[in-house]
């Protein structure tokens, strides 16, 4: 009997150490975000400053001490600090430490919609050392918060999120050992930011609209001054050309029309289509059709300038809604 109930113990013994192996450690996350600077658009990176807290049961490791951040832009300048010598124990039983994260992060940006584009700042970590089956990340309660002065010049920041997800590396590293790819739980930090609307419209838009304005006086002059009105068209064009460079400079190298792309392509459509208007009154003049010539002018204008502001309405209104 006594043989018996000993054999049962170490069976139940032995099924529980089994069942808590297999049982992945939960360790509760959460980030206050104490900074942001060092935006750059062109490299796609930007620096932060966090504080990252753990809660978990256990006394046998620090999951402080094996996180690895995944999107550092430059390694070698990331520090980690932990703030206490050593976990300790709250009085819910749970370990406890924070970590504090400084260092630049890379994140890809995309500028379909610039100036109305929304972008987001994004951190993550996962553990080093252990696999999703062993160890697995769960948000707290609140699980991120930002620095109540926390600013970004020139943009607005709107309400950070943290996501928890399992992250699977499709590859064994060359280990011909594994038989299934690494997976492991990954946190990761959202800050969503965007530029002030009003702002952005009066500082991008204003100076092709003030040269689109200009170039369509060449449509308003008399067709007698043909001097003028070809003087006009031409230093428009050259204008806009060296407002698109000179916005190109604030713009990292992509491979795709940006919206600000587009609004140029559109006023050199105007500012080419009004300068074919005034080649074809010229030939009218020299045949001393004057008023004809008026008329196609003036039609032109109104048809040209028409087109152009629906065409500007409908793309910066699309670029605004898929932001």
């Known amino acids: 009997m006594v043989r018996v109930c000993l054999g049962g113990i170490i069976w139940l013994f032995a099924v529980s150490m ?29 620096a932060m400053d966090l504080y990252i807290w753990f809660r978990w049961n256990g006394l046998d490791f620090d999951p402080a001490e094996t996180i690895e951040m995944t999107n550092p832009n430059e390694l070698w300048g990331h520090v980690s600090a932990p703030q206490y010598e050593a976990p300790f124990e709250l009085p819910t039983g749970e370990m406890y430490q924070v970590l504090r994260v400084q260092g630049r992060f890379s994140h890809k940006f995309f500028f379909n919609n610039y100036p109305y584009d929304r972008q987001t700042l994004v951190a993550e970590f996962e553990d080093s050392i252990h696999e999703v089956n062993r160890l697995r990340f769960t948000a707290d309660q609140n699980p991120v918060s930002l620095h109540p002065n926390l600013t970004l010049p020139g943009f607005r920041i709107g309400q950070p999120r943290l996501v928890v997800e399992d992250f699977q590396y499709p590859t064994s590293f060359g280990d011909t050992r594994q038989t299934t790819p690494d997976s492991y739980s990954r946190v990761r930090i959202e800050i969503p ?59 990292p190298n992509v491979d795709y029309l940006v919206l600000m792309d587009k609004i140029h392509l559109a006023a050199y459509a105007y500012v080419l289509m009004g300068l074919g208007v005034v080649l074809a009154t010229v030939r009218q003049v020299d045949r001393l059709a004057i008023e004809a010539a008026q008329r196609l002018q003036t039609r032109a204008y109104w048809l040209t300038t028409s087109v152009f502001l629906l065409v500007l309405c409908a793309i910066i209104t699309t670029a605004i809604v898929q932001g």
């Open 193 to 251: 930011i965007h530029r002030p609307l009003v702002t952005s419209t009066l500082k991008m838009l204003l100076p092709v609209l003030c040269v689109v304005f200009g170039a369509s006086l060449m449509l308003r002059l008399r067709v007698t001054l043909i001097d003028a009105r070809l003087g006009i068209g031409i230093t428009a064009l050259l204008t806009v050309v060296a407002i698109q460079l000179a916005a190109n400079d604030t713009m």
């Open 18 to 46: 089994t069942f808590s192996q297999e049982r992945p450690v939960g360790v509760v996350v959460g980030v206050y975000v104490n900074d942001v600077q060092t935006l750059n658009l062109r490299e796609h990176s930007y």
